[in-house]
């Protein structure tokens, strides 16, 4: 077969089937955009690592980094309208080694969301319920410092499973599912906002430090008790400004992980592709605002947010303590129902592009036939879809931080996948000369900062702490490297039949 010729369905064989409004599509980015992270990180990452101004900066420019790598996707959806998005892209660009590199890493990228979705669940209901232990009966077990008991366990397993059915029996089902998920989740947080704007209890000058402190040297004075002031540890100068930003900018792919998995559902779009670019940027803007106001509400309502953090013995949840400082009992429950939509539409989404990322390299042998059958009552990937709900049952039994370290390459994983997305671009419009010097330019700026992105992750740069994999995450990265060769050597003989 021809690179650049993607294989038809034999005429009886079932495909999947064209359901998904745009609606549903931007439901779906949106939804694997934000999830627990987005909640969470302020009082993880971004307030003391990039503060209310270095995390907005940052935000920003990964939106507007991710909007340029749109313009790649958009143009290569309607040219290869196939599942399987990069992976397919790169097939027929770069050929089947690159395609098999692509979608390996786009595999943990996208699969190992859902299962870190769902540990959050329980710290949810934990968070939201004023005694902290709802969930927490049965037995316990510690994994890497986290107490992974059987009720939250059982309970995040249910709604795996809940929702990976949902996915089978029907795609148009699941989109009407998310999209209500996704408004929600949007909702709330505006709601909110508002609520912050409007509110004397929130205040600019809360927000300092601006651009974060070094926790690690302020935990360090705290715990030996020579803590004075928190602005002995601000970030400040222009080396410390820069770092401050590009710790948050480092971690954009991940951060807007999921405007990329339009077109692992392309074949399943009910409408014209030239609408896909639009969808993508609606997604990605929403992402920012949603990132950049979760953040900066949890800083203006908190007067004490950095010694809340310093002092915690684990992540604390800051947005939530600010929503209820805000607006009591009621804003405590919009951040439940925000961030309970944003983690099951989180699962939702990623359930749907890992399983048509695998149904499509099955289709072209990079995996057994058995991920590639198709459901012919409800035209979804079955098999692919019950592999993933089976990977994902694993998160509840290891806990959030053993998943932690590992889907830390999500990162790279995205970062792959534009970087091949934008050279696909540039080779597909030399070869159909039908592109413009515009498209021409984005493809060049994905490609700058695709490695760019991957560099900042992968290697220490002096001076700018807090902003590569810690040892963990490397560790994990060269699992999923060896695992992959091994994969590759087994596979090879197959796809290269294709």
């Not at 987005?38 to 971004?46: A, Q, T, Y």
């Not at 983690?343 to 099955?362: D, E, H, K, P």
């Amino acid at each position: 077969m021809a690179a650049n010729q993607i294989p038809e369905m034999k005429q009886n064989e079932p495909g999947l089937r064209k359901q998904l409004s745009p609606m549903h599509v931007w439901a779906i980015a949106f939804g694997c955009v934000i999830g627990w992270g987005s909640f969470i990180n302020p009082g993880k990452k971004f307030l003391p690592n990039s503060g209310v101004a270095g995390t907005a900066i940052a935000m920003f420019l990964g939106a507007v980094v991710m909007m340029i790598i749109a313009f790649s996707y958009a143009y290569m959806v309607p040219k290869y309208p196939k599942a399987g998005g990069e992976f397919t892209f790169t097939k027929m660009c770069f050929g089947k080694d690159c395609a098999f590199l692509c979608g390996w890493f786009l595999v943990a990228a996208y699969l190992t969301n859902v299962p870190m979705n769902s540990t959050a669940i329980g710290l949810i209901v934990d968070g939201l319920d004023g005694t902290k232990d709802i969930l927490k009966f049965g037995f316990h077990y510690q994994i890497a410092g986290f107490d992974v008991w059987m009720g939250e366990m059982f309970f995040a397993m249910a709604i795996l499973i809940l929702f990976g059915t949902l996915n089978i029996i029907g795609v148009k089902k699941a989109g009407i599912v998310q999209t209500v998920l996704a408004c929600l989740l949007a909702v709330s947080v505006l709601t909110l906002t508002i609520s912050a704007l409007v509110s004397d209890k929130a205040s600019i000058a809360n927000m300092a430090p601006w651009w974060g402190f070094n926790k690690s040297e302020a935990v360090a004075a705290y715990t030996n008790g020579t803590f004075q002031s928190i602005d002995e540890f601000s970030h400040g100068g222009t080396m410390g400004i820069a770092s401050a930003i590009l710790a948050t900018f480092a971690i954009a792919p991940w951060a807007y992980v999921g405007f990329d998995t339009i077109p692992q559902a392309a074949e399943e779009f009910k409408f014209s592709y030239k609408k896909v670019s639009l969808i993508m940027f609606v997604a990605i803007l929403f992402g920012c605002f949603v990132y950049t106001a979760n953040n900066t509400i949890a800083a203006a309502a908190l007067s004490n947010w950095p010694e809340l953090i310093i002092e915690a013995k684990s992540t604390p949840w800051l947005l939530l303590a600010a929503a209820e400082m805000l607006l009591g009992t009621p804003g405590k429950i919009l951040v439940g129902v925000a961030v309970s939509c944003a983690v099951l539409s989180g699962i939702m989404g990623f359930y749907l592009a890992s399983s048509r990322l695998m149904y499509s390299m099955s289709r072209e042998g990079y995996l057994p036939k058995w991920f590639g059958k198709i459901e012919p009552k409800y035209g979804t990937p079955k098999n692919a879809m019950l592999f993933c709900i089976v990977i994902s049952l694993s998160g509840p039994i290891l806990g959030r931080e053993a998943l932690g370290w590992f889907v830390d390459m999500a990162a790279i994983g995205a970062s792959i996948g534009y970087f091949f997305t934008a050279a696909a671009t540039l080779v597909t419009l030399k070869r159909y000369g039908d592109g413009s010097a515009f498209l021409k330019v984005m493809g060049i700026i994905g490609v700058i900062f695709s490695v760019t992105f991957m560099i900042l992750q992968l290697i220490p740069i002096p001076g700018l702490s807090g902003v590569h994999f810690g040892k963990e995450s490397y560790i994990m990265l060269i699992v999923w490297t060896v695992l992959g060769a091994a994969f590759y050597i087994r596979q090879r003989s197959q796809f290269e039949k294709q």
